[in-house]
């Protein structure tokens, strides 16, 4: 009687999941049919035994044999660092400090695993295992970072050089890696031929041997340069390069010919020396029958034939070529033939067979030529070449769109006849159809097509994405239209428009502009440091705000973005000019009917009254808002002025306005305005009209405008005339009256006249109608100056050469003492303040060179030749009190003049006060980095000085000028009062106040995710501290509130009422049957949650291996307790009915095959078994890993030396 084994199915499979199922006979035992169980063997087939000889090896062993190995994808190496190339050799630091990072970081960025050890000599043992390529990596970095590194250098020939590196630098690359080494190779422009290798000592040896190797190798070559006439080089080539490619494989040898486009005759033969003789000869030989059989012949065929002849991918070509491998043929492009080369006889043949091949094109090939407007052509080829590459297969014909750029409208349709009227009519019809379709042009501004198309056509290309079937062009920049062409179907090109308008209607609203005029003086504060003020005002604005540049006239800021921000950054750069300076703003009403007139052509009667008025700005409503109200906006007493002659103006213009032009040369106007618009105010004055001159923007230099009444018009008018008649008529004194005269000089004071490239003498001609003023040539000893010009405007120049020379001989040089290191602040920014005093007092002011390190004290003289020490060259010691040189400041001019210029210097020279401020005050008056006293520094312009820390000092220093320090005192006493203000409110708010309450009550008081805290904490603006469970030192039922004492106290009463209700709160137990819970609790607990907030109690459900699985806990007020559990008691009743009703559903129902398959299985069984032997009736374990012993299992992951990785 044979003993069986039973196992489970589940298990079995596991068990033989590595095997083929036709290898194995399994029979199923079930209760219908019993035959006999498979032995042990058939069912587990052992292991093949090791073949005692290669015969037996090859022999199958059994089912087993079919297995394939699986080829290990982790290796391991072991790297040996000895103890003399180690970097880190601190030995009670092993696995610790930087070494450990190290490995650490080789880790990360390889991939592979390090373990370290050391060796009884002290060496470092380091074993790799991962990937190949990851230990390769590990090895070069542990080499780098671990080991001491040496160099060395090895020399090779430059030539060898690039064989070392290799193609894109592969074998370098390789060589590194292999040695772990670092191999430096001297670029091509080096003239060096030493290589140098850095690594350890057994990687450099390995290099160098590898280099040498290589070079060696390389010795073995040589090169050779043969010269054959271009025309001759494609028949050494041959066909497809293919003789070339014969000769260099049966010679070994490289021959590099010069490609067609290059003009070198010189062909390069690069190999062993004796095999490069043989190829050389051959190729000789090549050349010279070559030479000696030659002709050159052609054929006449159609360039559009050309294709045709040479076929797909050349095999028409190739058939003849083949045939006659030495006959080239060459077809140019545009030309009506084919042009063949090569020896005679073979020439004639192929030139019979391309005829014949011409003639069979032209009897059965056409072509066709069609026009068609070109911005249809982009449509005829369709998205990706789909519509154009569809005809072509199914005619095949050929098919030639000319580009873009060529603007034709030729296509040209090449093939079979019929192909060729069919492709055509095809075409034709698909022209017509997009000719039919419906074009709109769309009105755009240009400036906005930028923004549409979009950076590198990003937005563009997503509206052609939206809409495929229209196409968008748009004009091109040149042109400067703003019409954008939409074509396409009729409802496709409707909504293409309408999001586009939509698109333009948000970019309008965006592009509102507004300029606002900024007195010049101001735009820096507006800026502010850094741009941290106009940075401000954009982002909080939203707006676009563009500044004129430092060096332009313009004082208008435009800002640029939706009207509503515009107006608001307007409003707060106005703010900022307000504060700065004494602006005021008068609102003046003038009938909106005046408004045009007084502005004028261009702005240029508005420009005049506030250029006149000390630059004021002259705000006037919008044309069409209807508002009578016009801003003047400036200092007080020009705002005054400019309103007057405003109201006078509008008056005039309402009465009885009459307006004159008169012309006269841009080169008068000057002498007509006078010095100062002293001629034009005496004009003014006697007559009351007022004159108006271009400005540098208008297009008309010549005009003059005089504006007023009548009589005051025609008066002004008969003046000016006179004036030019004087100036440029016929007979006057710049036509006919011009004199030359002229005038002594000293020589000394040329120099004054002809500095800074002749300012002073361009000043005189611009002030005296374009006087010409010459002075002699530097070097010669002349003291005449000639003048030409104008008899009056040459005598008025003279008047004012004679004052200036006055003023120079009457000049005394007077020095100002002030200590170097002030200089700077006098100077102020870019040397304003400097060039403010020089321009008021008409002096000149010199600084001293710096002195970069003045010596304090005076070292004693060194003894030279024997003489004393005290006995200089001078023989004089200098007097200690008198002023250092670097501290005298030299001004010069009239007397009276230069001490007004040093009393003014010396009112710039910063002055030092100390203001007593609370230490622990001194960090918040500095500000995070420093904000905080950079702004009022900024504010009053002075210098803010705090002592250091370790000083524990009360006094900071202020240094400025006198008139900004009193005010900067002020300013820093203020910011002390609002501190001791904050600190006393921190104070207050730092009130503490604890709370005792039962710990068991906290959850309850947090609430769900804190809401019923943070609730709390906001309605009284504390913070609330609870205890920490895991802090055993602390109490657990203590809670701390801070805060203001009046709301921790108010605080702390919420949390009593709190506590107050859950003390008043029960508990009870309810039975509800377990099957009815899920019903009850609903899905995701929404249903529970609602019976929680209608009771306004807490319902807890025992956990899964409760000892009561139907116990549930009710917790709340007494009345809302017993109403939940009346509630959920209800449900379940109503639940339990339907669970009962379907068991007794389930008894008649069919269990299902999932079902079915958790039935008890009899397992699989087996007949003699090895555990069946023995008297042992009992089954393995299969849980046992010693009777089944499973396959790959998993291995530990091995532990670091240094710890596990954090």
């Known amino acids: 009687m044979s003993s069986v084994a039973v196992l489970t199915q589940e298990s079995f499979a596991e068990h033989r999941s590595g095997l083929a199922q036709q290898q194995v006979k399994v029979t199923a035992l079930n209760s219908e049919e019993e035959n006999d169980p498979p032995t042990y063997k058939e069912a587990f087939p052992p292991l093949p035994e090791k073949a005692p000889c290669l015969e037996a090896a090859q022999e199958p062993a059994g089912p087993w044999s079919k297995i394939r190995p699986i080829k290990a994808s982790v290796i391991t190496q072991v790297f040996h660092v000895p103890l003399e190339e180690r970097k880190y050799k601190d030995m009670n630091q092993f696995g610790e400090g930087e070494q450990a990072k190290i490995c650490l970081d080789i880790m990360q960025k390889t991939g592979a695993h390090l373990e370290l050890s050391l060796a009884k000599d002290q060496g470092l043992s380091i074993m790799v295992s991962g990937k190949l390529e990851a230990v390769m990596k590990a090895r070069k970095e542990i080499v780098a970072r671990l080991q001491t590194q040496a160099s060395a250098t090895v020399a090779i020939p430059k030539e060898h050089h690039r064989f070392v590196i290799g193609k894109n630098g592969e074998k370098l690359q390789d060589l590194e890696l292999k040695t772990a080494t670092k191999i430096q190779i001297p670029r091509p422009d080096d003239p060096s031929n030493q290589i140098k290798i850095t690594g350890t000592k057994e990687g450099i040896e390995k290099a160098r041997h590898e280099i040498l190797l290589i070079s060696a190798e390389q010795d073995k070559r040589a090169v050779e340069r043969l010269d054959v006439e271009k025309v001759y080089h494609p028949f050494i080539a041959g066909p497809y390069n293919k003789l070339v490619s014969e000769l260099m494989q049966d010679t070994g040898t490289r021959i590099n010919i010069p490609p067609p486009s290059v003009n070198k005759t010189e062909i390069v033969f690069t190999g062993e020396k004796e095999q490069l003789a043989q190829a050389v000869a051959r190729v000789k030989k090549i050349y010279e029958e070559k030479a000696n059989s030659f002709t050159v012949s052609s054929v006449s065929a159609p360039s559009w034939l050309h294709r045709f002849i040479i076929g797909k991918k050349g095999q028409n070509l190739a058939k003849i070529t083949q045939q006659m491998p030495k006959v080239h043929i060459e077809f140019t492009e545009g030309e009506d033939k084919i042009t063949l080369e090569g020896p005679t006889e073979d020439v004639n043949v192929a030139q019979e067979q391309i005829e014949v091949m011409v003639k069979d094109l032209i009897n059965r090939m056409d072509y066709a030529e069609i026009n068609v407007d070109h911005k249809f052509h982009r449509h005829l080829i369709g998205k990706n070449g789909a519509n154009i590459n569809r005809i072509k297969d199914l005619y095949k014909v050929s098919v030639r769109i000319p580009p873009d750029n060529e603007k034709s409208n030729l296509i040209r349709i090449e093939g079979d006849p019929q192909g060729v009227q069919q492709a055509k009519k095809e075409l034709l019809e698909l022209a017509s159809r997009m000719e039919n379709e419906r074009t709109k042009d769309l009105i755009i501004e240009q400036k906005f097509h930028r923004t549409i198309i979009g950076q590198k056509g990003e937005r563009i290309r997503e509206i052609r994405e939206k809409f495929p079937e229209v196409i968008i062009n748009f004009p091109d920049p040149t042109h400067k239209s703003d019409i954008v062409q939409l074509r396409g179907p009729k409802n496709e090109v409707e909504k293409c428009t309408k999001y586009m308008q939509k698109m333009v209607a948000d970019l309008v609203e965006n592009s509102f502009s507004i300029s606002v005029p900024i007195f010049k003086q101001f735009h820096k504060n507006i800026i502010g440091k850094g741009g941290a003020n106009i940075k401000k005002i954009r982002e909080e604005s939203n707006t676009k705000i563009d500044l004129p540049a430092e060096n332009s006239n313009s004082e208008t800021i435009v800002i640029t973005g939706k009207r509503a921000n515009c107006e608001a950054a307007r409003h707060r750069i106005l703010a900022i000019q307000k504060e700065l300076a004494n602006i005021t703003e008068v609102e003046v009403s003038i009938p909106s009917k005046l408004h045009n007139s007084l502005i004028g052509a261009k702005g240029r009667f508005i420009r005049s009254i506030m250029e006149e008025c000390g630059g004021v700005h002259i705000h006037f409503p919008t ?235 005076a070292e004693p003289a060194v003894q030279e030749n024997g003489e004393e020490g005290g006995e200089g060259k001078d023989g004089k010691d200098a007097d200690p009190s008198s002023p250092r040189k670097c501290d005298i400041i030299i001004i010069s001019g009239r007397r009276e003049k230069c001490e007004a210029a040093k009393e003014a210097l010396q009112a710039l020279v910063p002055v030092t006060i100390e203001v007593e401020v609370p230490f622990d005050l001194h960090r918040y008056i500095i500000g995070q980095k420093g904000s905080g006293i950079r702004k009022m520094m900024d504010e009053f312009e002075v210098n803010i000085q705090v002592p250091a820390p370790e000083l524990q000092s009360d006094i900071i220093t202020i240094t400025g000028l006198a008139t900004n320090l009193d005010r900067a005192k002020a300013g820093l006493l203020e910011r002390v009062k609002e501190l001791q203000a904050e600190q006393e409110d921190r104070a207050l708010r730092s009130f503490k106040l604890t709370v005792t309450v039962d710990p068991k009550y906290h959850p309850k008081i947090i609430g769900r995710k804190g809401a019923v805290i943070t609730q709390i904490r906001t309605e009284h603006e504390v913070n609330i501290q609870f205890p920490d469970k895991d802090d055993e030192s602390q109490a657990q039922d203590q809670i701390t509130i801070t805060g203001y004492e009046k709301n921790a106290e108010a605080a702390r009463d919420a949390i009593m009422k709190i506590v107050g209700e859950l003390e008043q709160m029960v508990s009870e137990d309810v039975t509800l049957d377990h099957r009815v819970h899920a019903r009850i609790i609903g899905a995701r607990g929404k249903a529970i949650r609602k019976i929680m907030d209608e009771f306004k109690v807490d319902i807890r459900f025992p956990q899964s291996g409760a000892p009561d699985p139907n116990c549930v806990t009710v917790t709340g007020l007494p009345e809302n307790v017993e109403e939940a559990i009346d509630h959920i008691l209800n449900l379940e009743e109503e639940y339990l009915a339907d669970v009962v009703d379907n068991e007794a559903m389930q008894v008649y129902m069919k269990p299902s095959s999932h079902e079915e398959s958790k039935a008890p299985s009899k397992g699989f069984v087996v007949r003699d078994a090895p555990w069946a032997t023995v008297n042992n009736e009992k089954a393995p374990d299969m849980s046992s890993s010693e009777d089944f012993p499973s396959f790959g299992a998993q291995v530990a992951p091995k532990t670091l030396p240094w710890g596990p990785k954090r």
């Open 623 to 857: 044309e069409g808002s209807g508002s009578d109200t016009v801003t003047i906006r400036g200092p007080a007493q020009d705002v005054e002025k400019a309103k007057k002659q405003l109201l006078h103006l509008a008056e005039e213009k309402q009465t009885k306005s009459y307006t004159v032009d008169l012309r006269a040369k841009p080169e008068y106007h000057k002498f007509l305005i006078g010095k100062g618009g002293g001629n034009i105010r005496k004009v003014r004055d006697n007559t009351g009209a007022r004159i108006i001159f271009p400005t540098s923007e208008d297009k008309d230099q010549e005009l003059i405008t005089i504006m007023g009444t009548e009589e005051a018009v025609k008066e002004a008018q008969k003046e000016l005339e006179a004036l030019i008649k004087n100036l440029g008529a016929p007979g006057g004194w710049c036509s006919r009256g011009v004199v030359e005269d002229s005038m002594v000089v000293d020589p000394k004071h040329h120099r004054h006249f002809v500095i800074r490239r002749g300012q002073v003498l361009r000043e005189i001609a611009d002030e005296y109608g374009g006087v010409m003023v010459s002075f002699p040539r530097s070097g010669t000893q002349s003291d005449k100056v000639t003048l030409k010009g104008a008899k009056d405007c040459v005598e008025a120049a003279k008047k004012r050469i004679q004052e200036i020379i006055e003023d120079l001989e009457a000049q005394v040089t007077i020095e100002c003492t002030i200590p170097q290191k002030f200089h700077r602040s006098i100077m102020g920014p870019k040397g304003s303040r400097i060039q403010q005093i020089t321009r008021d007092y008409g002096v000149q002011i010199k600084f001293p060179d710096r002195e970069e390190n003045p010596a304090p004290v």
